[in-house]
C-alpha cells in the first residue's frame, strides 16, 4: 500500500516495485479506481461472460486475469465502493474471480499494489472503507513524504529535471543561483514533485543562458493550472503559463513580452483573450 498527498510519486514508486520484481516480465495493469463509473468497475477488474448483462455482447476477461502472473495497481482506492470492497476482499482471500454472468471462478495469481492519496486509516473510522480490506492490503506500507519535508531533496529533484529538460529540448544545461536554490527550498509544493517538474520546466524555458534566477522560478503562477492524470500539460496550457510569466518578469509590458518570445503582441493577446479569468 503506497500512501502519499497528489504529485509525490505514487505511481512511479508502483512501477519500480513490479519492474524490479520478479514479475517484471509480466504485465503491470493499471486500475484507477476513482476515474472508472462505479457501475462499470466491477466487470472492469473481474470481466464478464457474453450477455451478462445490457451492452455485454462479447466476453471480456478482466484486469485481474490480464495482470495474471505480474502486478495489478488498484490507483485511488480509497474512491472504491463499499459493495465492491466487499468483493475485492472475496477475491484476495480465495485467489481466485469470478467473471460476472459465469459459475466458474478462475484462479488468478497476481501482486496487489494500491494506492490512496487519503488517510485510510481516517476512513475506515469514518465507515468508508473496511477494516478488514484495509488490513488485508496493508501489506508493506509505504508512505510517501510531502515534498517540502523532504529538505535537499527538492534541489536533487530540481537538477535531475533541469538535466532532462534540457536534454530533450537541445538546450544547453543551465545551473540555479543559490537564491534561487533558496526560493525553492522555502516553499511549499502542495502538488510536489509534480509541480516541481513543471515549475522547473518554465524556469528553464523562461531563464537566459546560464543561470536560473528566482524571477523565473513562478511560484503558483496565477491561477492553478488543471492537470491532466498524467501530470502533463497541454501545448496551450503551456502557452498560457509562459505567456504570464514573461509578462509578470516584464512588469505586465505585452511590448516587452512579445519581444522576448519573439511573437507578435496580437498572438499574445489572442492567447491571453482565449483564456477566461485572466484579470491582472
Ligand atoms: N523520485 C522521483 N524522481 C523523478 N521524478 C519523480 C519522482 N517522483 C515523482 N516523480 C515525477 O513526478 C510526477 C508525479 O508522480 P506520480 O504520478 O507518480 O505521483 P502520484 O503520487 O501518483 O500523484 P497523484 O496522487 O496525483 O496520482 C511524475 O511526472 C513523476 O515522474
Ligand atoms: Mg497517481
Redesign the pocket.
Known sequence: M?S????????????AIHYNSSRKDKALVAV?VAAIPSELIESELFGHEKGSFTGASIRRIGKFEEADGGSLFL??IGEMELNLQVKLLRVLQEKEIVRIGSNNPVKTDCRIIV?T?KNLKEEVKKGKFREDLYYRLLGLPIE?PPLRDRGN?ILI?AH??IETFCAENNIRPKKLSEKSQMKLLSYTFP????E??SVIELAVTLSDEGEIEPADIILDAGEPVA?T????LTLKEYELKIIKATLKKNNMDIKVAAGKLDIGVSTIYRILKDEKGWSQ
Open positions: 503506497i502519499g498527498e497528489t504529485g509525490t510519486g505514487k505511481e512511479l514508486v508502483a512501477k484507477n490507483d485511488e494506492a492519496n510517501l531533496d529533484l535531475h529535471f502538488g510536489n514533485i509534480r516541481l517538474k492537470y492524470p498524467e501530470g502533463q
